[in-house]
């Protein structure tokens, strides 16, 4: 084993690299070298060459410098299994790096006992599942990469005892499911990576309950089912990539938990349409920013993508617009396809009933989303104090037996919706009507000016009833 050491100013190494050549152990005679030395900052061990020399975790010689070792990094070994507490005599760590060791398998509390850690780096091994317990009393870890594994599952909670994880990698693996407790606990969670895995479906409230999530990629899955609360209570996510996988029709207000998305991909799946509902939540789709990539489906050129034709003229975002422009949709009929791109198509084209609305884009309302005054959390390892939140044991069920229909289109743009507005401004202006009558009716203190109030309301009563019908006078008078 070659080793090299850079020095700080005081002539302490601090930073040392070594690299193995040949099959060490423990007792290999150039461990001696890091006696005494008490201000080592940084260690790196790599197998030279390319071969799988280093078959176990160098701890014992780096505890003279326990006090001061801040970055651990071994690459290139052949580590199999970390073992329960293996780092527990390294309490200061920030950073642990144990890339392409052909690690299988992680012991139960196999990083115990590292409060300041933020970076954990696990990407390029074997492991296959991720375990409950596992990655247990890390309070401090920002970063987490498991990505180039061969994962296949995660069990419920895996993640709960790191509150303060902003960034999660786990792309390039096998993971074939997610349930509402696979990522519970992140609630300072700002980007997760699921790139390239095996995911089918998006149960209710798998991504629920994170306030800070920003960008979530799906990308090159086998995703053909999406639940409707799936993205639910999302309020500052921005970016969400469902490209390249086989996405036939999707449910109405998909995006209400996640009002704010500005770049939305999906791109490359089987879509047979997108309608006006599934994404209608969507406050900033007509302004400046907002993408939405729709090439490579195979949309039906029917009322249910009108929505298009209006987005087209009224989008503030000119990349958005000529975007627009470009989306095809095919007439299929029983003897032949033809495609056309949709804005070169009308209302009458697209099969549209007379009594078609066109949608509007005005911005809705905040529909139960949560508001805080926190800031919103870069994707770094910066260190937060957030306590978990638990779920409850029936809400789940409850709230998925509320949700709207993912089967229903609409050709009628956003009557439907508009129409429960409507009902509840109806009860909306019933219940001011009825706290005017209760404030009549009570009693009122000499010093309140309730008399002036209720003398304003019942002048405007009036005035709403004379107007017309001297107005109705004078024109009959002429």
Known sequence: MYCSCEQDDSLHNTDVNCYVIDNIDNTDPVFKAFVGEEHLTSVTFSSFGGKKQLTFVPNAPLLHSKNTLKRYKITQGDLGTIRSYTFFELPNLVALSLDSNEIKDLERYAFSNLPGLKKLELGDNRLEAVKAGTLHELPSLGSLFLDRNKITSIDDYAFSSMPNLTELA?????????????????????????????????????????????????????ISEVDPLAFHNLPQLRIIYLAKNKLRILPAHMFMGAPNLASIDFSENQLQTLTWRTIEDLTRINGEGFDLQLKGNKLACDCRIAWILHLAETTKDQNFRRELRHVKCEFRNPTFTNSSKVVRLTKEQLNCAEDYTEPTFATPPPKTLPTTSRPLPEVTTEKYSKQNEHPTADGDNRIIEEAPSPTQPSAKGSSDYNGVDMENEIHVVHDQQKASNTAAASPRNNNSGGGSAASTTSSCAVLQVVVPLLLLCLALSR
């Open 170 to 222: 786990l792309a390039e693996n096998a993971i074939e499911e997610l349930t509402a407790n696979t990522f519970h606990g992140l609630r300072r969670i700002g980007r997760i990576d699921l790139f390239r895995n095996k995911l089918k479906r998006l149960v209710g409230h798998v991504f629920s309950n994170m306030p800070y999530l920003q960008e979530l990629d799906l990308k090159n899955n086998e």
